[in-house]
């Protein structure tokens, strides 16, 4: 006797919500624990599923941290999408930071997983090209090394990682000063996003290179 439709879509629906629910414990738990002290078993028995049932949907814990990766890039550069198509690389970096503070303050843990989070040394399975921390880098790197070939940028800062690395720094503090401290009621905090907004512009001046007289 076959399965009726209506029972094998109520299967997969059932499938897809517990890969749901194994995907979220984990992002917490590698965010609040580390790499090395978040287990398998331990994310099983949060949820409280046995550790077998957890490898039918995940081989092991790597292969967890890859599908964890790549599904909070794909949020992030869901932010990044239309920035992509700026024509100005100086107005493409400073939409960039914009965003890139907006998405952290939005996906706070999301953010924490995938720019505060400590990896294994080894690169996890199916990293590389197109692996989601290289390529947000990527994006980032490409646009200061667009502003530098542009002549857009003062002379000193001619190394694209370097500025890359400056801009990213400037921004990632912002965000994890939010999401650590923002609680705290002995800091008059301002609105993050018109600080960001601050920051991005005052950072774009100490970068570009003055108009010639």
Request: a positive charge.
């Amino acid at each position: 006797m076959t399965k009726s439709v209506p029972s094998l879509e109520r299967r997969q629906r059932e499938r897809v919500q517990t890969r749901q629910k194994i995907l979220d414990a984990a992002r917490r738990m590698f965010v609040q624990r580390g790499y090395d002290a978040t287990t398998m078993r331990a994310i099983a028995a949060k949820i409280g599923y046995t550790p077998t049932a957890i490898y039918h949907h995940f081989e092991d814990k790597e292969a967890l941290v890859a599908e964890l990766s790549a599904l909070d890039f794909r949020a992030f550069a869901q932010a990044l999408q239309d920035i992509g198509a700026v024509a100005d690389p100086v107005e493409r970096l400073r939409r960039t930071g914009r965003a890139y503070v907006a998405f952290g303050v939005a996906n706070p843990m999301h953010y924490q997983f995938l720019f505060m989070t400590r990896r294994p040394k080894g690169r996890p399975k199916g990293a590389g090209q197109g692996d989601p921390g290289e390529d947000a880098y990527g994006f980032l790197r490409q646009t200061c090394a667009d502003a530098i070939a542009a002549g857009r940028l003062r002379p000193e800062f001619a190394d694209a990682d370097e500025v890359a690395q400056i801009a990213w720094g400037a921004m990632h503090g912002l965000v994890a000063l939010h999401i650590a401290k923002v609680d705290d009621p002995w800091i008059h905090w301002r609105d993050v996003s018109e600080t960001a907004g601050k920051a991005c512009d005052a950072l774009i001046r100490g970068l570009v290179r003055e108009p010639e007289a």
